[in-house]
Structure formats: C-alpha cells, structure tokens
C-alpha cells in the first residue's frame, strides 16, 4: 500500500478548494491500495484558505525554528502545519505506509520544489514541513512526477 496527497487522489482539499488529480491513480485508491492523506487539512486548516508559503528557509528549517509558515496576509500558520505533519505520520505509520507520492510545490508537501516565501509565484529548491517530518521518519517520499513508478512497484508488490 502507498500513501497519496490528497488533492492528487481527487479530493478537494487545496488552499482554494480543488484537487490536482492524477486519474492513473484512481485504480490504486478505489482498489484499497493507497492512503489519502492531507496535512494541512488534518492540521485544522480550512477548505478554502489563504494561501502560504514557508519563509526563511524549507521545510528542515521550519522543524529548527529557522523558518515559519506564513499566509499572504501575514497570519503565522506554522503550528497548523507542525501539527499536521505529525497527525499525516500517525495516519501513514497506523496503515504500514512506506512510500508517499506528494503534491510538489506545496508548503506542506513539496518534495524537490517550493514556493520562495514572498508570494512572487517563483519557486525555489526545497521540501515542505510535513515532507521533512515524514523523511526524518523514515518514510519515502516522492514527487507527483514519478505517479508512474509508484504504479509500476504497487503492480510489483501485488
């Protein structure tokens, strides 16, 4: 079984209300096969939200107190994402989850890009919170652009 961001399997639950569906996963999800998780919607967040974007640093930096979530307006959200990170963890470890194909460029689960901080729409290197929480756990965390080869080691796995 793999773990899935949850706006990738079909829920809408982004900061403005949508998903980013992949529909290849779909199989893998109705079969029982993936976990969807959200962090920041399991981090209290509403549905829809400001946007944020991690300032100072990444995702590592946010964990060492380097770096905070902030919204556009301001409003310091990092607890939320903390929070969230840790509950995503919980859910993945209670299903055995290994593997986890995550939303690329999000505060929460970007794995090789995120947004720069200043809400310029540039994006820069580097992971979001709950991306770090999980790798620094020992999950194994892949971006959206290898969907294929998480459906390839699935159908190996069955």
């Known amino acids: ?9 079909g829920s809408c ?22 976990v969807l998780i959200c962090p920041e919607v399991l981090g209290g967040l509403e549905i829809p939200r400001e ?4 300032v100072g640093g990444d995702g590592w930096d ?5 770096a ?5 307006s301001g409003e310091d959200v990092t607890a939320a994402f ?6 995503a963890y919980q859910k993945l470890k209670e ?5 986890l194909l995550t939303k690329e460029n999000s505060p929460s689960c970007g794995k090789q890009l995120i947004y720069d901080g200043r809400f310029s729409g ?11 929480y999980f790798e620094q756990h020992g999950i194994n965390v892949m971006p959206e652009s290898k969907w294929k080869q998480v459906l390839e080691e699935v159908e190996l796995h069955e």
């Open 82 to 87: 903390k929070t969230g990170a840790k509950r």
């Open 51 to 54: 946007p944020a974007e991690i």
């Open 1 to 9: 079984m793999i773990g899935i961001s949850a706006c990738l399997g």
């Open 122 to 132: 540039m994006k820069k290197a580097g992971v979001g919170v709950a991306v770090a």
């Open 62 to 66: 946010v964990w060492t107190g380097k």
């Open 68 to 72: 905070s979530v902030l919204t556009i």
């Open 95 to 99: 299903q055995q989850i290994t593997h």
């Open 13 to 34: 639950c982004r900061y403005d209300g949508t998903a980013k569906t992949i529909p290849e996963l779909q199989p893998l999800i109705e079969a029982g096969k993936a």
